[in-house]
């Protein structure tokens, strides 16, 4: 077995040990399957497809008003924003910083279902809708755990691994798209190009903040210890390579 196939059957046991993976996935298809039992089977797939480029500028402007917006102050709030995002800048090998908690991810979930009901005015589109959305979340977290390992994709995806190591070590304020065809929002914001091109940033891995900072340590304390993983254990790359040694 050639060592690209190892690698990732590897990273498929870690996309499907992520609960929320797990969770949405199933729903996913739970909602597809029951709006092709009462939509018109191109009605379902057309719902299906909107809904999964309504994920496309979701995945973009979250990334840049929430994830990337101003620091809390608050040692709380800046801690739920290092669980959410910043944490993974920060320890960007960490699997259980790179999977978006269900505690965020589920709420936007449920106003998305309540948008598309009150404007399709039908609960199937809705449901088709939904699944349309879920998909597009599930690929994101798929590649974007790609981008993080040592597996080789084709050129597309190398591409967008470049970008966005510079969003994660030049300036976290570029290059926010995971998803090939998202990448027209950093185009169009103004936030693309070639890294090198861009300034850099103060400090990229924790957002700016100096490593003194009490916000930032006491986050790092607080999911040291709070959490079953360790940085060693949850690394990316070494979790291929134990893997790949078996």
């Known amino acids: 077995m050639s060592a690209q196939a190892v690698y990732l059957g590897a990273l498929r046991r870690a996309y499907f040990s992520d609960h929320s993976v797990l969770f949405y996935g199933v729903l996913s ?36 008003v929430v994830f990337h917006g101003r620091i809390p102050r608050n040692a709380f709030l ?10 993974h ?18 709420p936007a979930l449920l106003l998305n279902v309540v948008l598309f009901y009150w404007v399709s005015g039908d609960v199937w589109q809705a449901a088709a809708l ?21 597996y080789e994709p084709g050129p597309v995806l190398r591409y ?13 304020k570029r290059w926010f798209t995971i998803t090939p065809a998202a990448l027209v929002f950093d185009v169009v914001c103004q936030t693309g190009g070639k890294v090198h091109d861009a300034p850099r940033s ?14 930032l340590v006491r986050a790092r304390d607080h999911y040291r210890f709070s959490s079953d993983w360790n940085e060693n254990e949850s690394a990316i790359w070494q979790l291929v390579g134990q893997q790949s040694s078996q």
């Open 89 to 106: 800048h920060d320890k960007p090998r960490r699997l259980d910083l790179l999977f978006t908690p269900v505690w965020y991810t589920l």
């Open 130 to 150: 939904s699944a349309g959305l879920m998909a597009g979340y599930l690929m994101f977290e798929w590649w974007h755990l790609i981008v993080h390992s040592p």
């Open 202 to 215: 103060k400090n990229p891995p924790t957002a700016g903040l100096d490593e003194d900072d009490a916000r």
């Open 78 to 87: 800046y801690r739920l924003l290092y669980r959410l995002h910043l944490g």
């Open 29 to 64: 298809v739970c909602c597809a399957a029951a709006a092709v039992t009462q939509l018109p089977w191109s009605q379902s797939l057309l719902c299906f497809f909107i809904g999964w480029c309504l994920y496309l500028p979701e995945e973009y402007f979250s990334h840049v």
């Open 160 to 172: 967008i691994r470049q970008q966005h190591m510079g969003h994660h070590h030049w300036n976290e």
